[in-house]
């Protein structure tokens, strides 16, 4: 049985489907269902059964499940909210928690992986190579939490053992229920339809121009495919980015919005509020190096190739979940 928490989340419930294709259906869902509708992104998937994150976790400090009962556990469950200030929680539910079913796991030779952030890059002055998370800066609590796990699976040596994915701006369908936290992509979409224009901020440093700032964006096919593989190559351990490896503008993202939906591009730039001031990434690009060196290479596709297909097999059908 594959665990997944985090599963009726964005990425999650992709990669369950992902799981599914593949023909897994013993699947162990873990995760709260609240009171938004991200149950939808679990409507149509095969799985075993469903676990609150919080009885998973006592029942992996108590030894309840073995090798046996559990061959993997893929963890995607946390706050991915940058702007949550609740340092404790984010300890808790980022840091501790993921401690809890990382030390199950590997005392247990359970295979183990994990998601990590861009987040933790900070602004990048120390580059986007994934060869070591030391020294890293982060620019929000949400980071460092990521951070701090990352660090403690290196200091133990469980990294070794282990896959971290350092997610960069991952967009596609099942993100509806995130909110501020969904992707430019979705709240352009909405933007356009409501209003026909789309806002984006204007930059707040001379080295870019407004809509200038670049981003490494992945489509959420592309990092469910590029998970699957290595889940299944077993030679592929460490901390490993997932972006594309291709910083693309927002002037970009909105281009090939506009152009999925054959409406004229019209671009509204807006001040950058002060509390975004200070932790707003400019530019992030992922050294994409581990993975294509290995057994694991992969051809993203282009951001205009990905959006489209969101848009247009998925925006536009009224919100059709993958």
């Avoid at 993997?72 to 984010?90: K, P, Q, V």
């Avoid at 990048?124 to 660090?151: A, H, R, V």
């Amino acid at each position: 049985m594959i665990a997944v928490t985090g599963a009726a989340g964005f990425i999650g419930s992709c990669f369950i489907t992902k799981l599914n294709n593949e023909g897994y259906r013993d699947i162990l869902v873990i995760d709260t269902l609240q009171q938004d509708d991200r149950w939808k992104n679990l409507s149509g998937k095969r799985f075993r059964s469903i676990e609150h994150p919080e009885v998973f976790r006592t029942k992996c400090i108590q030894g309840h499940y073995s090798s046996k009962d559990i061959t993997a556990i893929i963890h995607l469950g946390a706050c991915s909210a940058t702007t949550e200030r609740n340092a404790d929680y984010l300890l808790d539910n980022n840091y501790r928690y993921s401690k809890d079913i990382a030390e199950f796991a590997l005392h247990r030779t359970i295979p183990f992986m994990y998601a990590s952030s861009a987040a933790t890059y900070g602004a990048g002055e120390k580059g986007y190579s994934d060869t070591s998370c030391y020294g890293l800066s982060p620019l929000n609590m949400y980071g460092y939490s990521k951070q701090l796990f990352d660090e403690w699976m290196l200091n133990m040596s469980y990294i070794d053992n282990a896959i971290g994915v350092k997610f960069f701006n991952v967009f596609g369908p099942n993100e509806y229920h995130k909110l501020d936290m969904a992707s430019m992509i979705f709240k352009a979409f909405n933007q356009i339809q409501n209003t026909g224009h789309i806002k984006l901020f204007a930059s707040n440093d001379s080295s870019f121009s407004n809509g200038g700032q670049l981003r490494d964006f992945i489509y959420i096919k592309d990092a469910c495919n590029v998970m699957w593989k290595l889940l299944s190559d077993t030679s592929l351990k460490g901390l490993i980015n997932l972006g594309t490896g291709k910083a693309r503008s927002w002037n970009d993202l909105a281009a090939a919005v506009f152009a999925s939906m054959n409406i004229p591009m019209n671009i509204e730039y807006i001040p950058m509020p002060l509390s975004l001031s200070g932790q707003y990434q400019n530019y992030t690009q992922a050294d994409m190096t581990t993975l294509q060196q290995s057994d694991s290479a992969y051809s993203f596709m282009e951001l205009e190739d990905s959006i489209a297909d969101y848009i247009c097999n998925y925006l536009m059908p009224i919100q059709q979940y993958y």
